[in-house]
C-alpha cells in the first residue's frame, strides 16, 4: 500500500472506532441499560465526556489530536476490560475493547505514516 492510502486507512479506522465507542456507549447507558437514574448524568459525564476533547481535532485531520488520542483509546480499552469481567456487562465490555482497539490501531497507523509524510515534505 502506498502512504497516502495508509493514511486515509487510518484516518477512517480512527473515526470508525471514535465514532462507534460514542454511539455505542451512549446507547448503552442511554437506551439498552440505563443505570439508575441519580447516575445517569455522573455515568455520561464520566464515559462520554473524555470523548469531547479529541472531537474537532480528529474531524480535522491534525496530527497532534491523533497521537495524544492514542493514549485516550487504550483508556477505553481498560474500561472495555472491566466491564467484560463482569457476566452481565460481558457483550458491552468486548464491544468497548472492539473499537477501542480499532480507534488505536487508527490513530497509530495515521501517526505513523502521515508524520513520515510531513517530515519527508519539510
Given amino acids: 500500500m502506498t502512504q497516502d492510502k495508509l493514511i ?3 484516518r477512517w479506522l480512527t473515526l470508525l472506532g471514535y465514532f462507534s ?7 448503552w447507558h442511554l437506551i439498552i ?5 441519580h447516575l445517569i448524568s455522573i455515568i ?13 481535532g480528529l474531524l480535522n485531520g491534525k496530527l497532534y489530536t491523533h497521537a495524544w488520542s492514542m493514549y485516550m483509546a487504550i483508556f477505553y480499552f ?18 468497548v475493547i472492539f473499537t477501542s482497539l480499532v480507534f488505536f490501531t487508527g ?14 515534505s519539510d
Avoid at 110 to 115: A, E, K, L, V
Fill in 8 to 10: 486515509k486507512l487510518g
Fill in 21 to 27: 465507542l460514542l454511539f455505542g456507549l451512549f446507547a
Fill in 33 to 37: 441499560e440505563p443505570p439508575a437514574e
Fill in 44 to 56: 455520561i459525564f464520566l464515559q462520554l465526556g473524555p470523548l469531547m476533547f479529541p472531537l474537532m
Fill in 78 to 95: 481498560v474500561i472495555g476490560v472491566w466491564y467484560a469481567g463482569s457476566s452481565e456487562d460481558l457483550m458491552i465490555g468486548l464491544y
Fill in 107 to 120: 490513530t497509530a497507523v495515521y501517526t505513523r505514516y502521515m508524520g513520515k509524510q510531513l517530515s519527508a
